[in-house]
């Protein structure tokens, strides 16, 4: 009888289904060698996407540095659930920056590794969207233009989720948050505001830019293992579902993420030089409702009478997007 080795590394983290696929097919997690960079004991809320997120992006970069990798964190959610002090549930070389400068870190010690001659070592710099959109734009923008060799990683719930759930630049239109409340003519966070940071970070012309979400992990893995083949800057931009901040469900986490996708709401692609090379078609159409309705901070669209209104110009951006990106199979045309 064949048998293969198991590693029960984490309580609770079989992950037995993927033990029935091909090895070349599984996830990082389903290995024997994973590194487990973010492991168990951290505080991060229940279903988590940020913390999903992390654990196999860098997981990932492990496996395609074989080892060799350094993380630099922003202040945020992730570095606080992560890092209570004396606590810390990261398993490689971690180092904490502050909200705005981790781009410039990151940089840092890329320089530092260079100037010992030890290129096998990389880079990842990562945070939320406040401290990579808002706080740490100019950092991040320096460290694109400079071609930095870092890759940094944007895991983008929408909002401040840390300090109380503030709007953020990456805040969506119509979000209810504790500074965009439902209130006036045009409740929630106003149109026509927020940074589209990927097509940004495409302006840069930087080597690699992608999207991602906590919806299908694979696509995530071969990403971060696609941005590692190069040298310069990168950006992976990973749509990261908030259950305390968006108002919905820990088990909805992936399907929200999913529905971002398959909306049209959140265009899945990768990008090189400044040109798109790869979309992730939507396999499934959904009406932008089916996205927004299980979330809290949309509740106010949904009232008597519903806010039909508001609701066509949130499609009309996911159409835009589709339009954009070309994200729709021929089966959906």
């Not at 239109?173 to 505001?193: H, S």
Request: hydrophobic content about 40%; charged content about 20%.
């Amino acid at each position: 009888m064949n048998t293969q080795p198991v590693k029960f590394y984490q309580t609770g983290s079989f992950v037995a289904g993927n033990r029935l696929l091909d090895v070349e097919v599984r996830t990082v997690q389903a290995s024997t060698a994973r590194t487990n960079a973010l492991d168990s004991g951290h505080r991060a809320c229940q279903g988590c996407g940020e913390a999903l997120g992390a654990r196999y992006a860098l997981d990932a970069a492990m496996r395609a540095t074989g080892n060799q990798l350094i993380a630099v964190n922003a202040t945020g959610c992730l570095e606080v659930f992560s890092t209570p002090y004396p606590e810390s549930s990261w398993r490689l070389p971690w180092l904490h920056s502050l909200f705005g400068n981790a781009p410039a870190v990151a940089t840092g010690v890329a320089a530092a590794l260079k100037a010992n001659g030890r290129t096998d070592i990389r880079v990842v710099g990562q945070g939320g969207d406040g401290g990579t959109v808002d706080i740490g734009f100019a950092c991040l923008s320096g460290m694109f233009e400079r071609d930095d060799d870092v890759l940094y990683i944007c895991y983008d719930n929408e909002a401040y989720m840390n300090t109380g759930v503030q709007r953020s630049g990456a805040t969506p239109p119509a979000a209810r948050t504790a500074t965009t409340p439902v209130l006036g003519a045009e409740p929630g966070n106003v149109f026509g505001q927020g940074k589209d940071v990927p097509r940004i970070a495409m302006a840069h012309e930087i080597p690699y830019v992608a999207t991602a979400t906590v919806a299908d992990l694979h696509d995530l893995e071969a990403k971060v293992a696609r941005a590692m083949e190069f040298r310069g800057a990168r950006y992976l931009h990973v749509l990261v579902p908030c259950p305390l901040g968006w108002g919905s469900a820990s088990r909805d986490t992936i399907r929200l993420a999913r529905l971002a996708k398959e909306s049209g709401v959140f265009p899945v692609f990768e990008a090189e030089r400044g040109e798109v090379v790869v979309v992730s078609k939507i396999r499934h159409r959904v009406p932008v409702e089916e996205y927004l309705r299980p979330q809290a901070r949309y509740a106010h669209l949904f009232g008597e009478p519903p806010a039909t209104a508001v609701l066509a110009r949130i499609q009309e951006l996911a159409d835009r997007n589709i339009r954009r990106y070309g994200l729709l199979g021929e089966e959906e045309r």
